[in-house]
């Protein structure tokens, strides 16, 4: 179900093979089999050890009446057939007679899912939003380890990404149901956190950003192809946990809207949705169309201020240590490609900074000439500094690489 992935890497947009590991085991970063038993123990990485749990027992349906002290929220007690429906990158999921879905996290990375539903300001806010909110669950000493839903059917990937800019629209929705609980621009901790994700995979491209002040965090809602279903209304989605990988690579923290509208691009373009930069655009100004207009105003998309580049830049990140993980290597190959177009873009940053600064010269050059200056040669050289500036300028203008 969702985007799979068989152990070649080989991108697979109906129903793959079957693979000797499950999805969500990142079988390639611990280089050992599948075995829940040991996950609580933790197993050994290069990137830090992967916490887990043992959610075997939950595949029997008398485990769900001995956890019912344990739960939050509206929990099955009552099960008497569990089967497994699938499983994605994050979770095995689970059909419970037939009148709820559960999702297990074998490997818990937080409680961004709950925390949806426990934390009532946000759970009222996205009421209304195309979002299937959890119902119960559980929580360990990790984070989310069940979150229960509404029973709901998945959509398989071969169908969601063929709506991309439904998909974009539904993300916006969500995104706009927050914006009362948005917080300020954190550029220093985005900024931390490439650098966290650029050393643990030995990155050879670095990219920091000055962001605009529009630019704001939200409370983590994670969007996943694997997790979307159909409503009346359209397509919604179901919040999934941090990756895996993330969770291991860098700090969690609230990030803007693009950046998760960024993760969804990067993940179709990966499918090859996307034949042209005007179809890459539409997405995004689908998205847009929802938000705040702030948002997406030109100071902030673009390409000198980070804009929408910076993110689908973390996505290839995260989609490249997702590969190194999960022994996808195709996946690794067209990441690594990408990243290699990237030093092209920062070269081009770095001449824009040199311009950016003949420009504000020349501006102060001509105010500090007019205020001080004398003689004959001080409306000549006031004009001739104001012309490189207005040269700079338009140099700046020009070579500011498109936003999408």
């Not at 190959?333 to 824009?352: H, M, N, P, T, Y």
């Not at 006031?382 to 070579?399: D, F, Q, T, W």
């Amino acid at each position: 179900m969702g985007e799979e992935r068989d152990r070649n890497g080989t991108l697979a947009s109906v129903k793959p093979p079957p693979s000797p590991e499950p999805a969500w085991y990142p079988h390639a970063l611990v280089d050992r089999p599948c075995d829940p038993s040991t996950f609580a123990d933790g197993l050994p990485s290069p990137w830090g050890r992967v916490h887990g749990w043992d959610f075997t027992s939950a595949l029997e349906p008398a485990w769900w009446a001995r956890q019912a002290e344990t739960a939050w929220g509206d929990w099955p007690t009552e099960v008497t057939s569990v089967e497994v429906v699938g499983h994605t990158r994050h979770a095995v999921v689970l059909d419970l007679d037939g009148q709820w879905t559960a999702h297990l996290y074998p490997f818990p990375t937080g409680q961004d899912v709950s925390t949806l539903t426990r934390y009532g300001p946000w759970a009222d806010a996205l009421a209304r939003a195309p979002l299937v909110m959890p119902v119960g669950g559980q929580i360990g000493d990790q984070g989310d380890r069940v979150c229960v839903f509404p029973h709901h059917a998945l959509l398989e990937t071969a169908e969601v990404m063929t709506r991309p800019l439904d998909l974009a629209r539904s993300a916006g929705q969500v995104h706009a149901a927050l914006v009362s609980h948005a917080t300020p621009n954190t550029e220093r901790r985005w900024n931390e956190r490439l650098k966290s994700m650029e050393d643990g995979l030995k990155s050879t491209t670095l990219w920091r950003a000055s962001h605009t002040k529009h630019v704001v965090g939200l409370p983590s809602v994670h969007f996943s192809l694997e997790g979307v279903v159909e409503r009346p209304q359209g397509l919604a989605y179901v919040p999934q946990p941090r990756s895996l990988v993330d969770h291991v690579l860098a700090d969690g923290e609230r990030l803007p809207g693009v950046a998760s509208v960024a993760v969804l691009e990067q993940r179709l373009a990966m499918l090859d949705v996307f034949g042209t930069t005007g179809e890459r655009q539409a997405f995004y100004e689908a998205w847009g169309g929802e938000v705040p207009s702030a948002w997406t105003n030109p100071a902030s998309i673009s390409t000198v201020n980070g804009g929408v580049w910076i993110w689908r830049y973390e996505a290839m990140l995260l989609m490249l240590a997702e590969a190194k993980a999960h022994g996808l290597t195709q996946q690794a190959k067209r990441c690594e490609r990408w990243l290699f177009d990237v030093s092209r873009i920062q070269a081009r940053l770095g001449e824009l900074r040199t311009v950016h600064a003949v420009r504000k010269g020349g501006v102060y050059a001509a105010i500090a000439a007019a205020i001080i200056g004398s003689g004959p040669l001080q409306l000549p050289f006031v004009a001739g500094s104001l012309l490189v500036s207005l040269v700079a300028h338009g140099v700046h203008a020009k070579r500011v690489p498109p936003p999408f």
